[in-house]
């Protein structure tokens, strides 16, 4: 069963999950209510954040056999992708993935914010900073590889680009690192997060 988010009879199927061992419930909605789901949904709840349309394609692969129920954040914007300008893969939950190589900063992204921070790459390259752009192909499980501790070793400067405007996904992502054992060992500078509440930038289409 495919439902989006505000579909009115979301909880009527979510009882009717627990009732029935075979059934399935997935999900849909946009990287707009990230923290708003995670915070909805049980823990063992897999919450996944392509990029792109193939990325988007491989995480329900992935989920139909595995998981009762689970979340798919897509975007307005990766639906609107014809050329995907990166080639993005799910094959296991916790999936992160090393889209550019840096030593100046790691910027960190998800879902609809993946594509513009890929950009914005660039652009600070011409300006002579080379930034390190892991995209999270899932909120929940979260960077099961350790890819953002293992960039901000070589960095120790954190940007977090969220579609969410009250920004609160970034600090999701912001108490993991803090509380790993790496955070401990490798203290960054003060992070920054970007959120189109706080800085009029929209990453999103409505």
Do not use: W
């Not at 998981?67 to 798919?72: F, H, L």
């Not at 993946?114 to 914005?120: K, V």
């Amino acid at each position: 069963c495919f439902l989006h988010y505000k579909h009115p009879y979301l909880c009527i199927a979510s009882s009717l999950l627990m009732r029935h061992a075979e059934a399935r419930l997935l999900i849909r909605t946009t990287s707009r209510n990230a923290a708003r789901i995670a915070n909805a949904m049980p823990d063992s709840t897999p919450i996944l954040t392509p990029a792109t349309q193939s990325e988007a394609r491989a995480a329900y692969r992935l989920l139909l056999p595995m998981a009762r129920m689970a979340v798919v954040l897509e975007s307005a914007r990766e639906r609107e992708q014809t050329e995907e300008p990166v080639a993005l893969n799910h094959t296991a939950l916790g999936m992160a993935h090393q889209m550019t190589q840096g030593e100046d900063v790691t910027i960190v992204s998800f879902g609809a914010s993946t594509l513009p921070s890929h950009d914005a790459t660039r652009l600070l390259s011409a300006r002579g900073i080379r930034a390190e752009l892991i995209h999270l192909g899932s909120l929940r499980p979260l960077d099961s590889e350790g890819l953002m501790e293992q960039s901000l070793r070589r960095t120790k400067r954190l940007c977090i680009v969220d579609s969410d405007p009250t920004g609160r996904t970034a600090h999701i992502i912001l108490s993991h690192l803090t509380l790993s054992p790496a955070a401990m060992r490798y203290p960054i500078a003060s992070p920054l997060v970007i959120h189109p509440n706080r800085h009029g930038i929209d990453v999103e289409p409505p």
